[in-house]
């Protein structure tokens, strides 16, 4: 039986509405904001979606985005593979 094996990095996403976008070098406040998990999740959960099964074996952590992580998997029907790491991770990346 075939199935997808993902060792790629699941991320979570700082999605934010915006009536507009900012002028260069300007702000704006954005309406709303909320995390939403993304990177090789969107690939795990469009081939589950298409009857794929799918088995996650990259690393994840315990913290807020970890949690957040394994559970959209979770929902999905992802496997998977690795316990989560012993020391809470934090992380946040802005670009």
């Known amino acids: ?5 993902h060792t790629g ?8 509405a915006l009536d ?3 002028a260069t070098g300007g702000d704006v406040l954005a309406r709303s904001a909320s995390f ?4 090789g999740f ?3 959960a469009a081939a589950t979606r298409n009857g794929l099964p799918v088995v996650y074996l990259g690393r ?7 949690d957040l ?8 029907g992802i496997e998977i593979a690795l ?3 012993q020391a809470r991770t934090r992380g946040c990346a802005c670009r």
């Open 9 to 16: 990095q699941v991320i979570v996403d700082l999605v934010m």
């Open 36 to 39: 939403e998990t993304g990177g």
């Open 69 to 76: 992580a394994r559970a959209a998997m979770q929902a999905e």
């Open 42 to 44: 969107n690939v795990m």
């Open 60 to 66: 994840h952590g315990s913290g807020r985005f970890g």
């Open 20 to 22: 507009t976008l900012p």
């Open 1 to 5: 039986m075939s199935r997808l094996l």
């Open 83 to 85: 316990a989560p790491a």
